[in-house]
C-alpha cells in the first residue's frame, strides 16, 4: 500500500492498495495519526523527516517524497528488508520531482501568454 501525503497538512493526496479495507476512514485516521505525530516533534523542537514501524505484521515507512509531499509505504510483509523499499521510494521519487518541476514550468509557461 503506497499513500502520498500534502507536506504541510498530511492530507491524503493519492494512494494505492492492493486488498481494499474495510474502514472507509482508514486514511482520515492514519493522516491523523501522522499530523498528531508530527505536532508532538515540533513541540520537542525536534524535526520530522522519516520514520519505520515495523512488526512481525507489517513494516510501515514515511518519507519526504518531494518538496511537497510525504510518502508512506506499507509493506504485509514484514520481512521485506528496509533498503529494498527505500531504494525504489527514491528511485521514484527522482521521477516525481521530475514531473513536479515540469508541470511548474508548463503552468508558468500557460500564466505567461
Same mark, same amino acid.
Given at each position: 500500500?503506497?499513500?502520498? +501525503?500534502?507536506?504541510?497538512?498530511?492530507?491524503?493526496?493519492?494512494?494505492?492498495?492492493?486488498?481494499?479495507? %474495510?474502514?472507509? =476512514? @482508514?486514511?482520515?485516521?492514519?493522516?491523523n495519526i501522522i499530523k498528531q505525530f508530527k505536532?508532538?516533534?515540533?513541540?520537542?523542537?525536534?524535526?520530522?523527516?522519516?520514520?519505520?514501524? %515495523?512488526?512481525?505484521?507489517?513494516?510501515?515507512?514515511?518519507?519526504?517524497?518531494?518538496?511537497?509531499?510525504?510518502?508512506?509505504?506499507?509493506?504485509?510483509d514484514s520481512q521485506i528488508p528496509s533498503e529494498?523499499?527505500?531504494?525504489?521510494?527514491?528511485?521514484?521519487?527522482?521521477? +516525481?520531482?521530475?514531473?513536479?518541476?515540469?508541470? =511548474?514550468?508548463? @503552468?508558468?509557461?500557460?500564466?505567461? @501568454?
Amino acid at each position: 500500500e503506497v499513500l502520498l +501525503f500534502e507536506k504541510a497538512t498530511f492530507l491524503v493526496i493519492s494512494h494505492a492498495e492492493r486488498h481494499q479495507h %474495510r474502514d472507509v =476512514h @482508514r486514511f482520515e485516521k492514519i493522516s491523523n495519526i501522522i499530523k498528531q505525530f508530527k505536532l508532538s516533534c515540533s513541540k520537542l523542537a525536534a524535526h520530522f523527516d522519516a520514520m519505520e514501524v %515495523r512488526n512481525s505484521n507489517f513494516a510501515a515507512f514515511i518519507d519526504v517524497f518531494t518538496p511537497n509531499t510525504y510518502i508512506m509505504v506499507i509493506s504485509s510483509d514484514s520481512q521485506i528488508p528496509s533498503e529494498a523499499i527505500l531504494i525504489n521510494v527514491r528511485n521514484a521519487r527522482k521521477h +516525481f520531482e521530475r514531473l513536479e518541476k515540469d508541470s =511548474h514550468q508548463a @503552468r508558468s509557461l500557460a500564466f505567461n @501568454r
